[in-house]
């Protein structure tokens, strides 16, 4: 397990705009998955890697601000606002819970 960690940072070192989720697309490929938030969560906390996880609440709050629930697509806006996508992520999380 450690190697496969190993190989998706390496992966997600290389991300570029137009492949902005590298390890998550690997994982996501590997494990042939059709839901993605514990994958995006496994990436977000074990390899450090770029992610935007998406669950109820955050897919709710992206729906009240009209904005995408494409996690490529928010990891790219993130990364061309200078923005931690993860950290928005938990922001979106944490907003409106009560």
């Known amino acids: 397990m450690r190697q496969y ?3 998706l940072q390496a992966l ?3 991300a570029t705009p137009e492949n ?3 390890a998550l697309s690997t ?3 590997d494990q042939r998955a059709l839901g993605f938030k514990t994958l995006s969560v496994f990436v977000r906390d074990c390899v450090r890697g770029r992610c935007f996880p998406i669950d109820l ?3 709710k709050q992206l729906r009240d601000h009209g904005l ?3 996690e490529g697509l928010l990891v790219r806006l ?3 606002l200078h923005k931690n996508p993860r950290k ?3 922001m979106f999380y944490e907003a409106d819970w009560w």
């Open 5 to 7: 960690v190993e190989e």
């Open 12 to 14: 997600d070192r290389r």
């Open 20 to 22: 902005p989720t590298p």
């Open 27 to 29: 994982i996501v490929a």
């Open 57 to 59: 609440r955050v897919r």
């Open 68 to 70: 995408p629930k494409d």
């Open 78 to 80: 993130s990364y061309a």
């Open 88 to 90: 928005l992520a938990r």
